[in-house]
T-cell receptor
Framework: EPEVTQTPSHQVTQMGQEVILRCVPI?????FYWYRQILGQKVEFLVS????????KSEIFDDQFSVERPDGSNFTLKIRSTKLEDSAMYFC??????????????FGPGTRLTVT | AQTVTQSQPEMSVQEAETVTLSCTYD???????LFWYKQPPSRQMILVIR??????QNATENRFSVNFQKAAKSFSLKISDSQLGDTAMYFC??????????????FGKGTHLIIQP
């Protein structure tokens, strides 16, 4: 069964550094998402992406964040200058939205980002 | 903006018992879906069950079923014959579908379910 993959599984970075989190959504899916989950808290929506542009973004998704689909398979989240409070699990998800539409978002296993 | 409320931070039941997790939501939208996701210690997000708001019939998936009360904006999850592997965090989630797939999921704070042997 197709699945969303994310790399790396764990990233440790120093405050102020740039990080890029990578995701490979399911190939025939059209919408892509990033979510964040700070340890012990709920999952929060960051951004949705469709047809090579941002569809929606939350208040969390400020200027230090950016997303890109650099090729036909990868979907990336860049954090320009990491802060301690960016430490969290970051989930990528994708949605098919064609055929029999169920609005089920398929989640990747997550990337644990630790900012020191 | 939508809100999702899960009022039970933690629940514990014996194996084989039935347990119900509660969820309420607030929205002014008419087109939406509701979901329950399971998050085991691995932190992978696993879809348990979904409900289309326009469907009156409650969704069921094997041992999992929902009680969807649209007027009350309530969406509870019932787990029958609970198993040790059901131990996990359970998140209720809402998706406004009026914009297609543009909107992300809005999650509740979760309920930590512990199944005791």
């Amino acid at each position: 069964e197709p699945e969303v993959t994310q790399t790396p599984s764990h990233q440790v970075t120093q405050m102020g550094q740039e990080v890029i989190l990578r995701c490979v959504p399911i190939s025939n899916h059209l919408y892509f998402y990033w979510y964040r989950q700070i340890l012990g808290q709920k999952v929060e929506f960051l951004v949705s992406f469709y047809n090579n542009e941002i569809s929606e973004k939350s208040e969390i998704f400020d200027d230090q964040f950016s997303v890109e689909r650099p090729d036909g398979s990868n979907f990336t989240l860049k954090i320009r200058s990491t802060k301690l409070e960016d430490s969290a699990m970051y989930f990528c998800a994708s949605l098919r939205l064609s055929g029999r539409v169920t609005y089920e978002q398929y989640f990747g296993p997550g990337t644990r980002l630790t900012v020191t | 903006a939508q809100t999702v409320t899960q009022s039970q931070p933690e629940m514990s039941v014996q194996e084989a018992e039935t347990v119900t997790l509660s969820c309420t939501y607030d929205t002014s939208e008419s087109n939406y879906y509701l979901f329950w996701y399971k998050q085991p210690p691995s932190r992978q997000m696993i879809l348990v069950i979904r409900q289309e708001a326009y469907k009156q019939q409650n969704a069921t998936e094997n041992r999992f079923s929902v009680n969807f009360q649209k007027a009350a904006k309530s969406f509870s999850l019932k787990i029958s014959d609970s198993q040790l592997g059901d131990t996990a965090m359970y998140f209720c989630a809402f998706m406004d579908t009026s914009g297609g797939g543009a909107d992300g999921l809005t999650f509740g704070k979760g309920t930590h379910l512990i199944i005791q042997p």
